[in-house]
């Protein structure tokens, strides 16, 4: 996910933007946006995100505060993936400086490469082992961004594992996203 702009982008200061009728304007605003992006879907999409589902998502969008948590927990998961890529990157590493240990101590050339294959055996084992557990950890963060935006109220958001429940959401935060970068000016 990118990075989202201000998100202040989507409403202008103004007294008059808790008056009933200035959040009706931004909610008729919000549902076309929303219905515009739905469009845009493979068909197998479209049909799975409800126009009731876009007029909920418009009306937990009134506030910019979802903006915000939105920003929030893009931050955090640019973090995580970079501290799992890190850490999956020390494990292939500490394989390579004990490999060239390993060259460095042992003249037999035929001794060499049998200890080599057992390394390259035992390192194809832990990086497996490394992957699986920094797959689990994502798949914690998955769950815990949809209780976060579940718990705020956001609809279409639920701790689920159905990946095409998720592929969902993923579509539910672009639309987020995009229309966070997006400005309401509601005398238009």
């Known amino acids: 996910m ?18 009933p009728e200035f959040l ?7 549902v076309d946006k929303l219905k515009s992006m739905q469009n845009q879907l493979p068909e197998i999409y479209q049909s799975r995100i409800s126009y009731e589902l ?12 979802i903006f915000e948590i939105v920003k929030g927990l893009m931050e955090i998961q640019h973090v995580t993936e970079k501290h799992l890529f890190q850490l999956r990157e ?3 590493n500490e394989y390579e400086i004990e490999v060239q240990e390993w060259i460095s101590k042992i003249t037999d050339q035929e001794e060499l490469q049998h ?21 689990a950890l994502l798949d914690q963060k998955v769950k815990d961004q ?3 935006l579940h718990k705020a109220g956001v609809a279409g958001f639920y701790v689920t594992d159905n ?8 579509f539910l ?3 987020i996203l995009r229309l966070s970068r997006i400005k309401f000016e509601p005398n238009k």
Do not use: G
């Not at 009706?24 to 919000?30: I, M």
């Not at 007029?55 to 969008?61: D, G, I, R, V």
């Not at 990946?163 to 993923?170: L, N, R, S, V």
């Open 163 to 170: 990946p095409k429940e998720i592929k969902i959401q993923m």
């Open 2 to 19: 990118d990075s989202i702009a201000s998100s202040s982008c989507i409403t202008e200061t103004n007294p008059d933007e808790l008056s």
């Open 24 to 30: 009706q304007r931004k909610l008729y605003f919000l």
């Open 146 to 148: 949809q209780l976060t």
């Open 173 to 175: 935060l672009d639309f």
């Open 90 to 92: 020390q494990v292939q």
């Open 54 to 65: 876009l007029t909920e998502l418009a009306n937990s969008l009134l506030n910019d505060t």
């Open 115 to 135: 200890i080599l294959q057992l390394m390259k055996i035992k390192h194809t084992k832990k990086m497996k082992e490394t992957d699986m557990k920094l797959i």
